[in-house]
């Protein structure tokens, strides 16, 4: 008898698929709009507030201390109390820290909002990619993930207008800036009601019956007839979540998961290292190289541009290449680019270096959020990508307080080359995890 989930995984990309896809993508957009606004507030604080690098470093790395934190606790809720409560939460939790982060009135208070901000944002990105991953029909589910990190770029690329068009306006053009952020908050309730809850997740707790009703809805949106499974239709009524025999949990470092969780948390430390390292800090460099405020602001703008076709080569790419080659190859071009960052010194390379290292950074998280979901049984697959992304999280925020530090030793040169280094040690891990294209994911 065919199972749910293989039901699901045998369906062509309906339109039941896209509206889950925009519908988690909306709110990635805004977990990276959220992001990347404080680069730019950085920036503008440096000079309304005459902050030393240490008290920017912190400002810049605080948020990622509590996205390593949230990271860690979204995917271990998600697995036990489901993908779309945990994405709604976190939705409300950040929006409402970012809300309040506006009315700042000391860098301690900034920097207890953005710790706050942290545990949302950190908490939702694996949980959605996991959410995603799971009801993505198998032949396209990397480039459906692919798609769905795509997302981000637009999130940055909102933050790169915003802080072009808004923060240089006014002295408090960086309150009206995180006051934007807000709009997570009301986003919350279309995740929490207009979004499905993972069939997988409903299954493992009983809910059958919620089960194969989603499955049946995305059936009827392909024009498949429906073929239940006879076992499995027992009346949640009957049934309750206490009575059902739940599959063991088991570990992300067991026997047979170890290798592949050691290799996945490299490359998550390789690429938040060096992503927001040089992201986070991209336009107070560039203020510091001697441009203006609202030059250094334009040429991030440009350079933010090139995420979006990185995302594009990488979702073709990931179903042509697989998973593996096309997440190496892009962490090879992001070490090299950012080589490149460091030596150069017009205008002019500054940007291209800058947009070539968007382009291949960008589609290496693509690749990156596509693998991770893919690698764990369902027991423990919000834990598995969400326990990467937290150690991850470490190197966020490790780099945005070594970056000075890099700066006043060796300048722009000796920090790219430590981010292009860390690419290459991510690239190398990369290459030995195994390749998923096209299988089922594991139940067990």
């Given amino acids: 008898m065919t199972t749910r989930t293989q039901r699901l995984d045998d369906l062509p990309f309906t339109g039941r698929h896209r509206r889950l896809l925009t519908g988690s993508g909306v709110g990635w957009a805004l977990d ?3 992001v990347g606004l404080i680069s730019f507030v950085m920036a503008a604080l440096a000079v309304q507030w005459d902050l030393s690098s240490t008290q920017l470093s912190w400002i810049g790395s605080i948020g990622f201390v509590g996205m390593a934190i949230g990271a860690s606790l979204g995917g271990l809720l998600a697995d036990r109390i489901g993908r779309r409560q945990v994405f709604a939460a976190t939705l409300l939790v950040y929006g409402l820290a970012t809300g ?41 589910r990397g480039r459906v993930v692919v798609a769905l ?25 960086w309150r009206w800036a995180l ?52 076992s499995d239709d027992t009346d949640d009524s009957e049934q309750s979540v206490a009575e059902v025999e739940r599959p063991p949990r088991g570990s992300v470092w067991a026997p047979s998961l170890r290798r592949r ?33 609202v030059t250094s602001f334009g040429y991030t703008l440009l350079i933010t541009l090139a995420q979006l076709p990185g995302y594009g080569v990488a979702a073709w790419l990931i179903e042509v290449w697989g998973r593996r080659l096309t997440l190496g190859v892009f962490l090879a071009g992001s070490a090299v680019s950012a080589g490149l960052f460091g030596l150069a010194e017009t205008p002019g390379t500054i940007v291209a270096a800058g947009m070539a290292l968007s382009f291949f950074n960008l589609g290496a998280w693509g690749a ?27 190197a966020s925020i490790i780099a945005p307080l070594l970056v000075p530090v890099l700066l006043g030793a060796g300048g722009n040169g000796l920090v790219f080359g430590a981010f292009a280094a860390s690419f290459v040690v991510a690239a190398v891990a990369a290459f030995t995890l195994p390749e998923r294209a096209g299988t089922v994911l594991d139940e067990r």
């Fill in 149 to 173: 990190e795509a997302f981000w770029a637009v999130g940055w690329l909102l933050a790169a207008l915003i802080g072009y068009f808004v923060v240089p306006t006014s002295d408090n053009g």
């Fill in 261 to 293: 969780t050691a290799a996945l948390w490299i490359v998550w430390f390789g690429i938040n290292f060096s992503y927001y390292g040089a992201f986070i800090w991209l336009p107070s460099l560039l203020v510091a190289q001697g441009f203006d405020l």
């Fill in 100 to 140: 309040a982060a506006a009315l700042s009135t000391s860098v301690a208070m900034l920097i207890a909002l953005r710790f706050v901000v942290g545990l949302g944002l950190g908490a939702e990105l694996p949980v959605a990619s996991t959410l995603v991953s799971e009801f993505a029909p198998r032949k396209v």
């Fill in 179 to 230: 006051a934007v952020g807000l709009v997570p908050a009301a986003y919350a309730l279309v995740v929490r009601f207009g979004l499905p809850e993972s069939v997988r997740y409903l299954e493992s707790r009983g809910r059958h019956a919620e089960a194969e009703e989603i499955v049946r809805d995305y059936e009827r949106s392909a024009g498949v007839t429906s073929v239940p499974e006879d």
């Fill in 32 to 34: 990276a709009m959220d």
């Fill in 368 to 394: 990156l959020y596509a693998i991770g979901p893919e690698l764990y049984p369902t027991p423990v697959r919000g834990a598995g990508t969400g326990s990467a992304a937290a150690f991850g999280r470490l």
